[in-house]
């Protein structure tokens, strides 16, 4: 999938605040939901298999399937990164210290750890992050498991922990897979559209060639290689004759029409290791590396005969064009970028004095 200016917005850092709350959190909040609802399930069926305690139990599920609920709503209503990890905090806090202080009354009471566990692995997935603290993320679950299976290990409740904690990480490990596919997501997007964006800047919108930038830079790897097997080195400078009247007669439409086709017919000739930018409105330079100066004339005679066999049509009328052509063969490195070109225009400005519609050519 390719992606434009238009998912700019989207994009977030995934160690930010609003990346999480636009991408992970809407995702994790149905979750939230469920652990209420569980919460709630176990604490009725605890009530039937252990009717001493399980009044107690069922309101402790309620609470704690209460601050689950609180946790959604409050989610959704945080502006920074303080709030939520305010938020985050203040609950967590909460509910480990409920959960010990209804131990301490009764042992049986264990089964409320598993909210607590998940709630604070959720906490330390989040929060981190956020913090750009990496390293308090096993320090929270060290903590965090450290108080569960201290309670677990006083506790008579062993199999129905495991169920209990097998259906919460069960949860808490969708979880952390959409995390992961969701910040992959935001990295691929944010990739491909810098791509996206670094093409646009080097190209011209409208006849998709090297800018005027990206030309130069273009040009310069390939003399800072100094390779021997890319002489003689030939530069081309083409310029389409008489297209300020061209515009004038038939408007800026037909000038972009004739634009297209000019590089459309001269890439016709080019080979893959050619270098071909737009220099200026109506003005295209070609490097051509490993072609001597003979070969070059034929290749410029080629395009310059196909440019005025093809007309453009604008309205239904035929624009005809020409143009005219510097070419400069160099039989050792030039260094400087701006020589190559002033050399070419030289040639240009020659054909141009000729009458146009011809090739000057020299080798150096």
Known sequence: MKYGLAELDQLEHPDSFEFHK?????????????????????????????P????????????????????????TRCSSDKHFTLIVCGFGVVSILLTIFFFIITPKMIVFTPFTLFYFLFAALIIAPLLNLKQLVPILVILTLSVCFLLIAYSDEGLNLIITYVIYLSGLLIFVYVSIYKVHQNGQMSFELSSNLHKRSMTDELTTVFNRRAWYMATRDVLGKNDPRALPLTVMLLD??????????????????????????????????????????????????????????????????????????????PVNITCSIGLVSFRSYVNDISSLIQAADYELIEAKRKGRNCICAVEY
Do not use: W
């Open 22 to 50: 636009r991408q992970i959190l809407p995702v994790f909040q149905p979750l939230l939901l469920f652990g209420a609802a569980i919460n709630i399930i176990f604490g009725i069926s605890f009530l039937y298999t252990h």
């Open 52 to 75: 001493e305690t399980g009044q107690l139990a069922l309101v402790l599920m309620a609470l704690a399937a209460f601050l689950i609920l609180c946790i959604s709503y409050y989610i």
């Open 240 to 317: 389409i004759d008489f297209f300020k009247d061209i515009n004038g007669s038939y408007g800026q439409i037909a000038g972009d029409r004739v634009l297209v086709r000019f590089v459309e017919l001269i890439s016709a000739h080019l080979r893959e290791k050619d270098l071909i930018g737009r220099l200026s409105s109506d003005q295209f330079i070609l490097l051509m590396p490993s072609l001597s100066l003979a070969v070059a004339e034929t290749k410029a005679e080629q395009i310059r005969s196909q440019i005025q066999l093809n007309s453009v049509t604008h309205m239904g009328k």
